[in-house]
């Protein structure tokens, strides 16, 4: 924990593929601030936008109850890797994420 505070923000940040997750909370399992949860779909309360997205995901029609979420505090994570390297099917990358913003005059 002492190495990951001397964090300089690289950008580099885990990105989830949900299509290749097979939900065997290792990630979870092994993240030392406990920054990842896997919670069902019906525990979450989302917005309409959100809700439009898992609806074109899994279907209109889908029951929520048999689908699940990782749910990510990006306050806690260290960026430390260790989800990434514990997942046995490699759903769990490490990318450099970066944005821009573009200033207009009005």
Do not use: Y
Request: with cysteine; charged share 25%; glycine share 6%.
């Amino acid at each position: 924990m002492r190495e990951a505070s001397r964090c300089l923000d690289c950008g580099v940040t885990p990105v989830f593929d949900g299509s290749r997750c097979v939900l065997c909370g290792g990630c979870a399992d092994v993240c030392p601030t406990e920054c990842l949860k896997l919670i069902s779909l019906d525990d979450v309360e989302f917005d309409t936008d959100i809700g439009q997205m898992i609806d074109s995901s899994i279907g209109k029609d889908a029951e929520l109850g048999e689908n699940s979420a990782i749910l990510k505090d990006e306050d806690r994570c260290i960026r430390c890797s260790l989800c990434a390297i514990r997942c046995p099917v490699d759903a769990i990358s490490m990318e450099r994420v970066t944005f821009s913003t573009n200033w207009s005059s009005v």
